[in-house]
């Protein structure tokens, strides 16, 4: 899911969370804090930021705006809790926040359905039932493979959570 910013004088004096990793800049999973940007005469803008917690300054040039939100979101609970996660949880939970039904589920559906249909219909010859089962076992997939999205998604953003009430003392325990 990308962020989309009206105005990049928007960004300035925020953290970000950088989901896009750039050559000679910092990787993806890093938290930035935008210090200040420029617009150039070409429509792209130059933006100077700083990684929060090494205090190491940087400067990257994009295209427009798009390009920017595409480098970068804002993202509170991981600015908040960055401590408590390693790179690699950081990147998985930026993967997981980008996923959403038409690029993870719908692929995944549209070939399970061709698969079911392709057997289907060689096994059973185009029959009447083949049809019947075949629309049942297509209603049936999508439920299941929307319903595994949902609760895979949530046992992990769960998982995340708990760590960082672990590392807490709220009292609260997540499961």
């Not at 962020?3 to 000679?24: C, P």
């Not at 949880?89 to 690029?103: A, G, P, S, V």
């Not at 049936?140 to 769960?158: C, D, E, G, P, W």
Request: aromatic content about 12%.
């Amino acid at each position: 899911m990308t962020y989309m910013l009206n105005d990049i004088d928007e960004a300035i004096d925020r953290k970000f969370l950088v989901t896009k990793s750039v050559s000679n800049q910092v990787p993806a999973g890093t938290i930035v804090h935008i210090m200040g940007a420029d617009r150039h005469k070409n429509g792209s803008i130059s933006v100077y930021y700083r990684i929060t917690y090494t205090r190491q300054d940087y400067t990257i040039k994009f295209d427009d705006l798009k390009s920017f939100c595409k480098w970068a979101r804002p993202d509170n609970f991981i600015a908040r809790h960055y401590e408590s996660f390693n790179k690699k949880e950081i990147q998985r939970y930026i993967k997981l926040k980008d996923r959403n039904f038409t690029n993870f589920c719908l692929p995944i559906i549209v070939v399970a359905l061709i698969i079911v249909w392709a057997a289907l219909l060689v096994l059973l010859k185009a029959s009447k039932s083949a049809i019947i089962i075949g629309a049942v076992a297509s209603v049936v997939l999508a439920v299941m493979i929307t319903v595994m999205f949902k609760t895979s998604r949530q046992k992990a953003l769960t998982r995340l959570y708990s760590k960082v009430s672990a590392r807490s003392n709220w009292g609260v325990s997540f499961k």
